[in-house]
């Protein structure tokens, strides 16, 4: 049997999203916005383009897409093995 609950609140989402957060230790504040820019930069540390991540995100300016993601060491450290490839070639 299915049950239609209707629409979830912005409020519950956030409500969960704290009890989730609270419940996982973490110490950082967290909102629900905050899931966008996780997902964009975790795209981006898995390789994705930034052109498919604006279009993900859609929006309608890669700048705002800049945004959203952030440089974390494990995009650093891969941008350095390309480099490391070519110099070894040599």
């Known amino acids: 049997?299915?049950?239609?609950?209707?629409?979830?609140?912005?409020?519950?989402?956030?409500?969960?999203?704290?009890?989730a957060v609270k419940a996982s230790g973490v110490h950082k504040r967290a909102h629900v916005h905050t899931l966008r820019h996780s997902y964009a930069t975790h795209l981006l540390e898995d390789g994705v383009s930034l052109l498919l991540i604006q279009e993900i995100?859609?929006?309608?300016?890669?700048r705002t897409t800049a945004v959203y993601t952030h440089l974390?060491?494990?995009?650093?450290?891969?941008?350095?093995?390309?480099?490391e490839r070519l110099m070894q070639r040599r």
Do not use: F, K
């Not at 049997?1 to 009890?19: F, I, K, N, W």
């Not at 974390?72 to 480099?83: K, L, S």
């Open 1 to 19: 049997m299915e049950h239609d609950c209707g629409h979830v609140t912005r409020d519950s989402v956030q409500s969960a999203l704290r009890r």
């Open 57 to 62: 995100l859609g929006h309608s300016s890669p």
């Open 72 to 83: 974390t060491r494990e995009i650093r450290e891969a941008a350095r093995h390309p480099v």
